[in-house]
């Protein structure tokens, strides 16, 4: 088993950062790829970043630019800075690792990020 907890999140104004942190511990010695994800009220939950044990990272179209995903395999935490925040960044921002490809079976409780006009 893998316990994940976040933690960072909160309100700031827009056009302010955030850096979200993910420690895992735990199973982890055959973690690959981790990732944040975010659910706003009334929205299905969508993938935000994603990178692998090598480093190799993807984003959602929407924060490419913005938000920046790095980990510390030495200290088993996930990051996620995010910066120029939006109002339609605000979610529930949760942090989710995978064994095997892009099959997330692990999942945080999450963090919320309010982002105010």
């Known amino acids: 088993q893998v316990q994940l907890v976040e933690s960072g999140g909160g309100l700031v104004q827009a056009g302010g950062s955030l850096r979200l942190s993910c420690a895992a511990s735990?199973?982890?010695?055959?973690?690959?790829?981790r990732a944040w994800h975010r659910q706003a009220p009334g929205k299905e939950r969508e993938l935000v970043a994603a990178?692998?044990?090598?480093?190799?990272?993807s984003y959602a179209d929407s924060v490419k630019g913005r938000f920046t995903i790095s980990r510390d395999n030495a200290k088993n935490t996930l990051y996620l800075q995010m910066d120029s925040l939006k109002p339609e960044d605000t979610a529930m921002y949760y942090c989710?690792?995978?064994?095997?490809?892009?099959?997330?079976?692990?999942w945080g409780q999450g963090t919320q990020v309010t982002v105010s006009s």
């Open positions: 989710a690792a995978a064994h095997f490809g892009n099959k997330y079976e692990y």
């Open positions: 735990g199973s982890i010695f055959s973690i690959g790829t």
């Open positions: 990178i692998s044990r090598g480093g190799t990272t």
